[in-house]
């Protein structure tokens, strides 16, 4: 119970600043708790589980001294471990199209003033409520080419809208929106810290459409949303385009519209990549051990070797339940016949 507690307190009360080395092996962190100045360690028996998502986890190796050894060199930091740590960053680029409504009330107008307390009210009451609403009410799925034989695109509808260039905060008119997402974004980015100070924070460049097939998927998925806000069923609601607007018809507009206006979808992965030793990209192996560093794994989103075609929080508990079954050296499930 001891143990428990003190795990949970340096979970969610401390801030890792680097591992702690004996000699090739990471025996513990060193961290600042409760606002302490001065820092403390704790050491692990058997292994230390990094655990700090996809910018923070590379970060982290990075100040200790394992990462690109360019980057590590600029900053003055010592090289233990040559890995491509904080390369390879994928996300999901979101771009959402928005209509104003007529003839309905949107949650734009629900969701503020008198009408907000009196669904407050109704939330407490145990009836149906926008505080139980998810901001997105429709999940679609379609291809951006109707030759392929799967989805590569990703999309939701919600009856609001937000105001433009920001998230959060909803529109002073009653909207509608169509938002949507390629699936395997081919753009690579990256995470670099940017000084051997933990407390600042690292440069994070996605790349966002960087890459020419992702220019061209997207594109056509902002086609797809546009259209769908114009559907017959929608005909007696759809008052007129606001984003990205009439003025937007070609691809480059389009393509335009959506370098300004997109954003992430906070699904990043990829920058502490899973692979074989020999794998210039890899930074962790196949039980996500640091390649060249014993008594270290890396256990959260940064690990998968490309992006999932949809959200990630089922992939990433799904990785913490293998790696659990890894660290308890527990034998897989039997294989079922006819399962892939």
Known sequence: PALRTKRIKLCTQSTVLRLVFKEERVVGASYLQDGRVKPMQVMARRELLLCAGSVNSPKILQLSGIGPAALLQQLGIPVRRALPAGEGLRDHFSVRVVASVLNCRTLNEIARGP???????????????????????????????????????????????????????????????????????????????????????????????SHPHDQQVLVAGIKIARKLLRTPALAKFFDEERMPGPAAQSDDDVLAFARARGTTSYHLVGTCRMGPADDRSSVVDHTLRVHGCEGLRVVDASVMPDIPSANTCAATLMLAEKAADLIGQRKPLPRVEGVN
């Open 115 to 209: 009408r907000l307390l009196s669904q407050v009210a109704r939330w407490l009451l145990g009836y149906p409520s926008v505080l139980a609403l998810s901001p997105a009410l429709v999940h679609w799925f379609w291809k951006s080419d109707p030759a392929l034989d799967a989805p590569d695109l990703q999309g939701i509808f919600t009856p609001g809208s937000y105001k433009e260039g920001l998230m959060g905060l909803l529109d002073d008119f009653p909207g509608m929106s169509a938002g949507v997402n390629q699936h395997r974004p081919r753009s690579v980015g990256y995470v670099h810290a940017r000084s051997v100070d933990p407390f600042v924070d690292p440069v994070i460049q996605p790349n966002y459409l």
